[in-house]
């Protein structure tokens, strides 16, 4: 009452618009809602002997206990008539996606209460939820979502904040903010962006098309080859990103047909859903490029250095093989080692990922060795000069071993061919994918006598 509501709202006389956030820029659409997600009464078991002393204790949240019963506070009249913010939500009426708070991941359900648009309602209404306990001992987790229109910028965005009740008695904060452009072709880029989106379409087609003529060549052969299945993944994650793109247009005419229907004050409009789309195509995207741009190894492959490098790690691979797995023991025995001893005295390693990460990080260079000391001022410090000495002096120096033996091995028996230019292999190629070439390549004959000279 005293800190978010004040924080959000607008203040500024001269502007008398409600829908104009606190930095007089942006505005909501839609209202600002609260949604709380409770743990059942009993959710964890009480030893005999303390049961006189507490006769129900309340763990975590999970969705195993989320407690979906209505209640009501401490009403003056005593009804049980309860009003929509004492009534749980389902994910599917709310249809919101899940949250990934610190503690736990919440659902999309919950008990949801709609703010005022006004400064002052507002403030009388967290006021009246604060007396009648709206927010008790069962509560686990209190998230504050609304979304944001900058016009300025064409912007939208999603904000979850949340406060997560932890069963130790703290309180945890995350916040999740989400800029999204859905208005995507306004503004003088708006015509350059749908140009390189229908090339970018025309050239998926394009190469769609030459993986069947592949497929249909080859036959199953075609998926003995893992560069081959490196294109099916790349396919299909571009039209998947393509068709969430549809989606999301259409998704977007929803949203405001919605939104002018319902108006600010009775309708929270949230992006929660679009966002969290938009976040994995974007992770997806992220990944596509990712394993599109690992196709240029197959031109550098064409480089003499580069060719003698990959036969060296093919080499080395079947000493690496046992090497990993003399790393992975190792390592797995340091990280129980600290899990076990520092769980409790380092944040570090309280958490079997932390200690996974934490490790990770020593190896890197990154670490704080008085954290040690603090925890164990006799077996910190020990742990971690068995650890740094097991990884920079005897690991490293296997590593290093291995693939120096393998690049001597290479060189001996290596037989440089004749460099080859990238940029006439890209040409060359340009020419095949567009069928300017007539008869053999250039290409086509170089790799043809390189073949005979192997034979003979």
């Not at 949604?35 to 999970?62: F, H, K, N, Y």
């Not at 001893?341 to 934490?358: A, D, L, R």
Request: hydrophobic share 45%.
């Amino acid at each position: 009452q005293g800190g978010l509501v004040p924080a959000l709202f607008n203040t500024d006389h001269r502007i008398t618009s409600p829908a104009f956030a606190a930095d007089s820029v942006s505005v909501f659409v839609g209202g600002i809602q609260l949604r709380q997600l409770r743990v059942e009464s009993g959710s964890c078991a009480v030893d005999s002997l303390m049961t006189t002393l507490i006769p129900a204790c309340l763990g975590p949240w999970t969705e195993a206990n989320n407690d979906q019963a209505s209640y009501y506070g401490r009403y003056s009249n005593g009804t049980t008539n309860y009003d929509v913010q004492w009534v749980y939500r389902s994910e599917q009426s709310t249809t919101q996606p899940s949250y990934f708070g610190r503690a736990a991941t919440y659902t999309g359900g919950g008990f949801i209460e709609t703010v005022a648009a006004s400064l002052a309602a507002a403030g009388e209404q967290i006021g009246f939820l604060r007396d009648q306990t709206w927010i008790d001992g069962q509560t686990r987790a209190v998230l504050a979502e609304m979304s944001l229109f900058n016009a300025n910028i064409n912007v939208f965005l999603s904000i979850q904040l949340a406060a997560e009740f932890i069963p130790t008695g703290g309180v945890l904060t995350s916040t999740l903010i989400t800029p999204l452009r859905l208005y995507r072709y306004v503004g003088p880029n708006g015509g350059v962006l749908m140009a390189c989106e229908l090339m970018f379409v025309s050239l998926l087609l394009y190469y769609t098309y030459v993986e069947a003529r592949k497929v249909r060549k080859a036959g199953l052969k075609y998926l003995t080859t893992y560069r081959n299945w490196l294109d099916i993944l790349i396919l299909l994650l571009a039209y998947f990103c393509i068709a969430f793109n549809i989606y999301r247009v259409s998704a977007v005419e929803l949203f405001m047909g919605r939104f002018v229907d319902h108006g600010r004050g009775a309708f929270v409009a949230d992006l929660q859903t679009i966002a969290a789309w938009d976040r994995g195509v974007r992770a997806m995207e992220a990944v596509c490029l990712f394993l599109a741009t690992l196709k240029f190894l197959v031109i550098l492959r064409r480089n003499t250095v580069i060719n003698m490098m990959s036969r060296s790690l093919r080499l080395a691979m079947v000493f690496l093989k046992s090497f990993l797995v003399v790393t992975a023991l190792l390592w797995l025995a340091f990280l129980f080692w600290g899990y076990l001893s520092f769980g409790t005295q380092m944040e570090e390693f309280s958490t079997f990922q932390g200690s996974m990460y934490t490790l990770l990080l020593i190896a890197l260079g990154i670490f704080d060795f008085s954290r040690f000391e603090m925890a164990n001022r006799v077996l910190g410090p020990l742990y971690f000069l068995i650890y740094s000495w097991f990884y920079y002096i005897v690991l490293q120096n296997m590593f290093m071993s291995v693939m120096m033996e393998a690049v001597i091995n290479v060189r001996e028996d290596f037989k440089p061919p004749k460099e080859l230019s990238i940029g006439q292999y890209v040409l060359e190629r340009i020419r095949w994918y567009t069928g300017l070439s007539i008869g053999k390549s250039r290409l086509q004959r170089r790799e043809s006598a390189g073949a005979m000279g192997e034979v003979a």
